[in-house]
């Protein structure tokens, strides 16, 4: 009896074995925290927004619009914070939408779509301060909606924009069609919207799409810079200028109104900050272009790099000059 008992329980080791690794890997993934969809980090005056479901190439589903949507919110209420960067974990900006979410039986698509802030996030209105997009890998579909919801675009080399949700017979409901021919012109935004095709960074660059073109890997880091050299400036009169000219484009009905609006809007208090900065270029703050004698806040390094570059063109194009001058 107790060898045969014996002999029974070493057959069953291997399994009971296994058992305890499945338990031990039950245990170890419910006990493991999961990642947040969003992160947000805060660099002085600047704040950092990630979208962070690098397993589907950041794709948004309706947790993580919620998530960008609170987190876009809490910026704009954060009174230290003067600008933001919207950026992908992984190597990719954004897919779109999750379209797994969109076979859910229970879903009600509609409600969905017609919720007042956007799918995406809060993407059917302007935001109160700027926000730069770090454009990496993939920029397509709704993606591409949430890189236009910003004011500018950073996109590295390699990167691809497009509406991939043109062959999918998914439509544009994120402001995609509004924003686009706003920002590069009717014919050109046809072009993207009709057939769908994705786009380089070159291109990008020069049909408005893209406001910088950055090496692979430091796209991030160049949308910092930017985010940094706009921090810098008094917010007030910046944030004025840039309320101005969405209104002229998007709310003004005839150049008038647009021009009252210009005008109005400049408070009192940003009149005396006008002051106090017209007293400091009085006093040799700033001339000539050295913005680098503001003390207050740094210069960014891509404003350095563009610096050195002018001061480096100029001594190239006078030392051509002067042989001429010569003969």
Request: proline share 3%; hydrophobic share 40%; aromatic share 6%.
């Amino acid at each position: 009896m107790w060898p045969s008992l014996r002999a029974s329980l070493r057959q069953a080791m291997p399994f009971r074995c296994q058992f305890r690794r499945l338990c031990s890997a039950v245990e170890t993934t419910e006990a493991k925290p999961a990642e947040p969809v969003i992160l947000v980090e805060k660099q002085g005056s600047v704040t950092m927004i990630g979208l962070n479901r690098p397993h589907v190439r950041n794709a948004i589903s309706i947790e993580t619009g919620r998530a960008l949507t609170t987190a876009i919110e809490q910026f704009e209420n954060d009174e230290t914070a003067s600008v933001g960067v919207l950026h992908g974990i992984g190597g990719s900006f954004c897919s779109g939408y999750d379209l797994s979410e969109m076979t859910t039986p229970d879903l009600n698509l509609q409600s969905v779509v017609l919720q007042r802030g956007g799918v995406l996030g809060p993407t059917r209105r302007n935001f109160r301060k700027p926000v730069v997009c770090a454009v990496s890998g993939y920029c397509v579909a709704g993606g591409l909606e949430l890189a236009l919801m910003c004011d500018l675009r950073v996109v590295e080399e390699q990167a691809v924009m497009g509406f991939y949700n043109r062959r999918f017979g998914i439509p544009l409901v994120d402001g995609g069609s509004v924003r686009l021919a706003a920002l590069i012109g009717m014919s050109r935004a046809l072009d993207l919207v009709l057939t769908g095709r994705g786009v380089r960074a070159k291109e990008a660059l020069e049909i408005g799409l893209a406001n910088r073109v950055v090496a692979v890997g430091t796209g991030l880091g160049q949308a910092f810079n930017l985010a940094a050299s706009i921090a810098k400036y008094p917010q007030k009169s910046l944030n004025h200028d840039r309320d101005s000219m969405y209104n002229a484009v998007f709310q003004a009905k005839s150049l008038q109104e647009a021009m009252e609006f210009e005008v109005l809007t400049a408070g009192e208090d940003m009149l005396k900050d006008a002051v106090y900065g017209a007293t400091r270029f009085a006093e040799g703050v700033g001339k000539h272009g050295k913005f680098q004698d503001i003390k207050e806040k740094r210069m960014a390094d891509w404003e350095k790099e563009e610096l050195a570059h002018e001061i480096r063109a100029a001594e190239e194009k006078d030392a051509k000059e002067e042989p001429k001058a010569k003969l």
